[in-house]
């Protein structure tokens, strides 16, 4: 197996059991309480503690000139599962984003960036023998902290809001910042980008000169949320605006309008969301444009810089034939 051994992660949990034993739980937890005191960006999320060989950065390159599918989870990701089987046919490497990990077996990568995806059932889901799994430290942290530690192997990633130009096909740029590109924090106070622009990063990383991406619809197929049928955007309403329920108390990520760059239609999304459209275009104009690597997105969403092409026809005859009106 690829992914990184449980004797090679057995030192980093130990130190985080360390970190939530009681006495040590109060003086983290009141450490943290000063630092997002003086910090209101919780900087301590984004800080690697784990030894350079437990980091993403050491698969770099693994697969040069592949071709790679990103199978994220909106609702235009139910379209491969019928090809579970045969992905390999038209792919080098194929990487499941999230809960995609419970409904594809024949992946190479499993990709979780948010630090609370243990709060998620597929965060705990084992993976498919022979897969490589990449998620957040900080996330690991959070797991342990919170009792549902992460105990299977995986590689350890950071996100990050680069200073100067990311390198996309490097974990770290040439002034050291290192970590999958997030973009700036919008509207919504999070950062732009969602885990398709981190995979996007990802899949350049490991060498791939097109990259395919399915699931990343950013707007809603009425009430569908995820391409599994998970539902809950828009389902409280405060002040006569509709938000997810972890968006109620604060507030700042509305259901809003946008208008479908290939139809021209208005549709709903989240301000996160149209936001984070706007984000991946300027990351395929700005750096895979650059570095020669070619976007192709089966969505029929948000994004509009990326070639937009029909996965059937893709998967039947290898043939990559624009959407239908």
């Known amino acids: 197996m690829q992914s990184a051994s449980r004797a090679t992660l057995r030192p980093f949990l130990r130190r985080i059991r360390r970190m939530v034993t009681p006495a040590a739980a109060g003086r983290a937890a009141a450490g943290r309480r000063a630092d997002r005191t ?21 698969l770099e390159g693994r697969h040069p000139g592949s071709r790679a599918l990103v199978v994220a ?8 599962l019928p090809y579970d089987e045969r992905l390999h046919d038209r792919y080098d490497i194929v990487i499941a984003l999230n809960g995609s990990v419970m409904y ?11 630090s609370h995806a243990h709060l998620w059932p597929w965060y705990h889901h084992p993976v498919p023998a022979g897969t490589v799994r990449c998620v957040s430290e900080s996330g690991l942290r959070l797991a342990a ?4 530690p992460d105990l299977q192997p995986a590689y350890l990633l950071l996100r990050h809001l680069y200073s100067e130009p990311a390198d996309i096909r490097h974990y770290r740029n040439a002034s050291g910042e290192e970590g999958l590109v997030v973009g700036p924090r919008g509207e919504t106070r999070l950062g732009r980008g969602t885990v398709s622009a981190q995979a996007i990063h990802f899949a350049s990383m490991l060498g791939a000169d097109e990259i395919h991406l399915i699931g990343a619809d950013l707007h809603f197929h009425g009430p569908v949320q995820h391409y ?4 809950e955007y828009g389902t409280h309403v405060v002040d006569g605006r509709r938000y997810h329920r972890l968006d109620v ?12 760059p290939r139809t021209g239609t208005l549709v709903e999304t989240t301000l996160h969301f149209r936001e984070s459209a706007a984000f991946i275009d300027d990351l395929v104009r700005d750096h895979l444009w650059p570095a020669g690597i070619r976007l192709v997105d089966f ?11 029909d996965f059937v026809t893709y998967m039947e005859t290898g043939r990559l034939a624009p959407l239908r009106s």
């Open 104 to 114: 594809l077996r024949r992946i190479d990568y499993f990709l979780s960036v948010e």
């Open 38 to 58: 003086e910090k209101p960006d919780s900087a301590w999320l984004y800080v690697h503690s784990c030894p350079d060989d437990q980091k993403v950065s050491v």
């Open 249 to 260: 108390e604060k507030r700042l990520n509305p259901i809003v309008e946008a208008c479908h």
């Open 299 to 309: 969505s029929d969403g948000l994004i509009s810089a990326a070639q937009q092409c």
């Open 145 to 148: 902290e919170a009792g549902q």
């Open 73 to 80: 989870t909106g609702p235009s990701a139910q379209q491969a």
């Open 228 to 231: 599994y049928g998970d539902n």
